[in-house]
């Protein structure tokens, strides 16, 4: 058993752009996919003229098997889909973009609850906690 989500559909590993939103838009609805990127300034083999690129895998066991067996890797990424979120263009300033999009987030922010249909609106409700990132962690 996994400390870590099962991807959305096997079927559609592999498929997903290389390049997607940045920034981690604080809530997650779907696993699409783990990668690990390969640097070849770092000692991956150089398979695309000098460009970075990466090996996608069905869980994080083996993008993790990988990263620590080959020369020039990043430690394993989750590509995650967010069917809305919540996006923080200044410090502090939240802003709720009902928009669905794919972005790359570090493994350790899926510990993170799975967004349902109330994460977002107790996040901006009048109500909600002085600090409103403790919704999105979990803890209230």
Same mark, same amino acid.
């Given at each position: 058993? =996994? !400390?870590?989500?099962?991807? +959305? !559909? %096997? =079927?559609?590993? @592999?498929?997903?752009?290389? %390049?997607?939103?940045?920034?981690? @838009?604080?809530? *997650? ?6 990668? %690990? *990127? ?5 000692? #991956?083999?150089?398979?695309?003229? @000098? ?28 590509? %995650? ?12 300033? $939240? ?5 669905? &999009?794919? #972005?790359? *987030?570090?493994? +350790?922010?899926? =510990?993170?609850? &799975? &967004? ?6 107790? $996040?901006? #409700?009048?109500?909600?906690? =002085? ?6 962690? @979990?803890?209230?």
């Amino acid at each position: 058993m =996994s !400390d870590y989500p099962t991807v +959305k !559909d %096997v =079927s559609l590993v @592999g498929t997903y752009p290389a %390049v997607v939103g940045g920034g981690g @838009g604080y809530v *997650w609805d779907e696993v699409l996919e783990y990668r %690990v *990127w390969c640097l070849p300034e770092k000692g #991956a083999p150089d398979t695309e003229d @000098g460009n970075d690129y990466y090996y996608v895998f069905e869980t994080y066991e083996e993008a993790l098997e990988f990263a620590e067996n080959n020369v020039g890797t990043e430690q394993p990424m989750a590509l %995650v889909l967010q069917e809305e979120y919540i996006d923080e263009d200044e410090p502090g300033v $939240f802003v709720h973009i009902k928009e669905q &999009r794919l #972005a790359e *987030w570090h493994v +350790k922010f899926l =510990s993170r609850p &799975r &967004r349902n249909a109330n994460t977002i609106p107790a $996040f901006f #409700a009048p109500n909600a906690p =002085s600090n409103r990132l403790d919704i999105l962690r @979990g803890l209230a």
